[in-house]
């Protein structure tokens, strides 16, 4: 249970972390909040050549809102986002999902774009900024690119993020209107990594017909799991019983869960349907009040 | 794979150490400085039996390194009383039963501790969620709770009698 032996650096501006990252290539691997990378470092599942610390780059440590977007810096500790009144009143969706992370003494340390770039198809932040949208700001030593958040995740564990690039922000639109949230999720215990997670973000009209709607599941696939088809389905209409069974119907179609030691395939296709009726439902009922 | 000179404070104590990059924050609290109050057990964040406070908050000792700690400053369960004398919290996890083998319980004093200094009036619940990250094989947490539920309840006593 020790890690292997490592080049450690520690820059002090994102131009040396991102030059760094360029010289170092596929042995290089950053560290943040090092709450996923150094378990996986102590039981040598992972054993980086090279490690470039950006816990001194303040400047990617931030929060910040403009009149339709909220912008957060990769450094952000996720217990900082917990307690941010910006993010509860403006993404309240984030603000819900973010206790359900390992526990406070993982969130003290933990990161925000750590857990994006991670990826564990059950994480939290990952599914909650998949059904509010975003775009990931990601720099590398010779240019900087952004990216749709639903085109980030690639597959299990793997992002769109290239070895020589760093994830430096994410962009969160703030939805206007009648807006509904709800994020939920099942583990066996509070912190371990859920079995099935599940997040909406939706808004209704005067009519309290939907008019737009994002459901994402984790936990079924090897990415978080925007399911099209019951989004779409769901528009114009208002959410009945009827419905929730046809979007039901629709989501135990569509995942394609795996077996292990905690839930077989079939035990997490039936808590997809069951999650995704839960959270719809509180979802629509925030957003008719 | 050289090594690194780190200077910290533990406890407010200077230490200029040489450290391998791969040393675990925890083994150096425990082997270089000799502290072993702070305990180990799970290395992969787990139980929470290392958890000590870095720059004012309480973190996974075995989840960092201890070239990352270069300038900082950490508290660990040996710098929690004051010539001898046990904090409030110590006092409490004694008369309360919080401890029976000692094993996870300066993780959870050290929780505790920056937890409270945090959020000063917690629910039950709050507190439950707050132990969550902690692994107790011996009290069942009855007794940690009520513990750390008698040390909320003292200090609010404290604040109304100070502030009228
Ligand atoms: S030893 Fe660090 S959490 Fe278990
Ligand atoms: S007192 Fe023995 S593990 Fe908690």
């Known amino acids: 249970m020790k890690p292997p032996k490592f080049e450690y650096y520690r820059p002090n501006t994102v131009d040396t972390a991102l030059s760094l990252l360029e010289e170092s290539g596929f042995d290089g691997k950053i560290i943040a909040g090092g709450q996923s990378l150094v378990p996986i470092m102590n ?5 980086p050549e090279c490690l470039i610390d950006i816990n001194q780059l303040h400047e990617l440590d931030f929060i910040e809102a403009d009149d339709d977007k909220v912008k957060i810096g990769t450094l952000t500790r996720q217990s900082r986002i917990e307690i941010s009144d910006l993010i ?9 999902a973010v206790p359900f992370i390992g526990h406070v003494q993982t969130r003290n340390r933990g990161t925000f774009g750590g857990s994006l770039v991670h990826a564990d198809p059950t994480a939290e932040i990952p599914l909650a900024l998949m059904a509010s949208g975003g775009t990931v700001h990601i720099a590398s030593a010779d240019e900087t690119r952004e990216v749709q958040i639903e085109d ?7 992002t769109d993020v290239m070895p020589t690039e760093l994830l430096t922000e994410v962009h969160i639109p703030i939805w206007k209107g009648r807006v509904g949230f709800a994020f939920d999720e099942i583990s066996r215990r509070h912190g371990d990594f ?37 989004n ?58 | ?26 083994d150096f609290i425990r082997e270089n ?24 908050t309480a973190v996974r000792s075995c989840l960092m390194f201890a070239v990352q700690t270069d300038g900082e400053e950490i508290q660990t369960v040996e710098g929690l009383s004051q010539d001898g004398e046990l904090t409030p919290l110590q006092q409490n996890f004694k008369e309360c039963h919080g401890l029976q083998c000692g094993f996870c319980t300066p993780g959870i004093l050290m929780s505790a501790q920056d937890y409270l200094a945090k959020n000063p009036e917690p629910s039950t619940q709050e507190l439950k969620e707050m132990l969550s990250g902690h692994l107790c094989r011996c009290t069942g947490y009855d007794g940690i709770l009520k513990a750390i539920q ?15």
């Not at chain 1, 980030?152 to 793997?158: A, D, H, K, Q």
């Not at chain 2, 109050?37 to 406070?53: L, P, R, Y």
């Open chain 1, 232 to 289: 779409e389905i769901m528009i114009g209409e208002e959410l009945s019983d009827s419905l929730l069974n046809k979007v039901a119907d629709i989501v135990t179609g569509v995942v394609d869960p795996e077996s292990d030691l905690h839930a077989s395939a079939d035990y997490r296709r039936h808590l997809a349907a069951v999650y995704t009726k839960r959270i719809l439902q509180t979802a629509y009922n925030r957003a008719r009040r």
């Open chain 2, 150 to 164: 008698k040390t909320v309840d003292e200090n609010k006593q404290l604040a109304l009698t100070e502030g009228s």
């Open chain 1, 43 to 47: 039981m040598r599942l992972a054993s």
């Open chain 1, 152 to 158: 980030f995740f690639v597959t299990y564990l793997t």
């Open chain 1, 88 to 96: 509860k009143n403006n993404i309240g969706l984030l603000h819900e």
């Open chain 2, 1 to 26: 794979m050289g090594t690194h000179s780190i200077k910290l404070t533990i406890n407010g104590k200077h230490y200029v150490e040489e450290v391998e990059s791969r040393i675990l924050l925890s």
């Open chain 1, 194 to 230: 859920a079995i099935v997670a599940s997040a909406c973000q939706l808004t209704l009209d005067d009519h309290n017909k939907i008019s737009n709607v994002r459901l994402v599941l984790g936990g079924v696939e090897a990415v978080p799991l925007l399911v099209e088809g019951a």
């Open chain 2, 33 to 56: 400085c000799g502290l072993t109050g702070t305990h180990v057990g799970c290395e992969h964040g787990v139980c929470g039996a290392c958890t000590v406070i870095v720059n004012g």
